[in-house]
Nanobody, 125 residues
Framework: VQLQASGGGLVQAGGSLRLSCAAS????????LAWFRQAPGKEREFVAA???????YYADSVQGRFTISRVNAENAMYLQMNNLKPEDTAIYYC????????????????????WGQGTLVTVSS
């Protein structure tokens, strides 16, 4: 499975961006998918996840501002980010698991085997 993230850029606080993640694989609809981010000097942190049944989960810090979605027919996942804040500045990574993950584990990076290369989001104040 190969993942390719795109859509990052520079935006002012309060603005919006839409990240995309293109995936390979003929069984994309069965993948558990997620977005993580890593700011300079910080650990990688969970942003949002979408399970194979399309149920979605969000970090408290982005709840109500970000929306994760998937289009299985396109082998694609998206992250719509609205009302961006300077603290959202980070490299954003898309991740996939072909075997879940289970609900209690979907917020942990080690639950995902496949990772994209990351796309940089910079939010200016």
């Amino acid at each position: 499975v190969q993942l390719q993230a795109s859509g990052g850029g520079l935006v002012q606080a309060g603005g919006s961006l839409r990240l995309s993640c293109a995936a390979s694989g003929s069984t994309f609809s069965t993948y558990g998918l997620a977005w993580f981010r890593q700011a300079p000097g910080k650990e990688r942190e969970f942003v949002a996840a979408i399970r194979r049944n399309a149920y979605t989960y969000y970090a408290d810090s982005v709840q109500g501002r970000f929306t994760i979605s998937r289009v299985n027919a396109e082998n694609a996942m998206y992250l719509q980010m609205n009302n961006l804040k300077p603290e959202d500045t980070a490299i954003y990574y898309c991740a996939a698991s072909t075997t879940g993950p289970i609900l209690s584990a979907l917020r942990y990076p080690q639950s995902y085997i496949y990772w994209g290369q990351g796309t940089l989001v910079t939010v200016s104040s």
